[in-house]
């Protein structure tokens, strides 16, 4: 059964480094998606992407995030200074069309900043 | 007013067991509606969706809206130890690609 995968499942960094999370998204999937979980709290949604743009993104998806297609199968999330309050799981997730209520999460990369 | 409230338990039951996790929301615009499990330090998975009011039934889990009193339900029968997680509901708006989620029910069930 296709999934989405993620790497690396574990990042550790210094705070005020730039850190680039990688994400594959099922393959005939079109709509591409990152959510993050701090330890504890909530799933919360940060941005969506389609056609090479941003679709939607949230109050936490700010200057210092991008997201980025470079090719046909892989999509990531860079952080460009990051702190302390950005260590959380991270999840990407992706879905078919436009409207579907079917999000695929992968398994998530677990960001520490140190 | 939170959008979406879960009771966090931990909820434990006997295997066999049948499961009742609830979510009270408070839009009463919001028409989709998901289950997601959550295994520890795992990726969301996606159990069922629903559109507005109703049942959808899917193996041993049964998804519930309520409408009129904002509430939706999932039902697990002859609940197993390998349904302990931590279950998640989700709304989405119409015309908006983010999905909302409650905190979560962590759910045991002991063999």
């Known amino acids: 059964e296709p999934e989405v995968t993620q790497t690396p499942s574990h990042q550790v960094t210094q705070m005020g480094q730039e850190v680039i999370l990688r994400c594959v998204p099922i393959?005939?999937?079109?709509?591409f998606y990152w959510y993050r979980q701090i330890l504890g709290q909530k799933v919360e949604f940060l941005v969506s992407?389609?056609?090479?743009?941003?679709?939607?993104k949230s109050e936490i998806f700010d200057d210092q995030f991008s997201v980025e297609r470079p090719d046909g199968s892989n999509f990531t999330l860079k952080i460009r200074s990051t702190k302390l309050e950005d260590s959380a799981m991270y999840f990407c997730?992706?879905?078919?069309?436009?409207?579907?209520?079917?999000?695929?999460f992968g398994p998530g990369t677990r960001l520490t900043v140190l | 007013q939170k959008e979406v409230e879960q009771d966090p338990g931990p909820l434990s039951v006997p295997e066999g067991a049948i499961v009742s996790l609830n979510c009270t929301y408070s839009?009463?615009?919001?028409?989709?509606f998901m289950w997601y499990r959550q295994y520890s330090r795992k990726g969301p998975e996606l159990l069922m969706y629903?559109?507005?009011?109703g049942n959808k039934e899917d193996g041993r889990f049964t998804a519930q809206v309520d409408k009129s009193s904002k509430y939706i339900s999932l039902f697990i029968r002859d609940s197993q130890p390998s349904d302990s997680a931590t279950y998640l509901c989700?709304?989405?708006?119409?015309?908006?690609?983010?999905?909302?989620f409650g905190s979560g029910t962590r759910l045991q069930v002991q063999p």
């Open positions: 393959s005939n999937h079109l709509y």
């Open positions: 989700a709304y989405k708006d119409t015309g908006r690609r983010a999905l909302t």
């Open positions: 839009n009463s615009a919001f028409q989709y």
């Open positions: 997730a992706s879905s078919v069309v436009a409207g579907d209520n079917e999000q695929f």
């Open positions: 629903t559109y507005s009011s």
């Open positions: 992407f389609y056609n090479n743009e941003i679709s939607e």
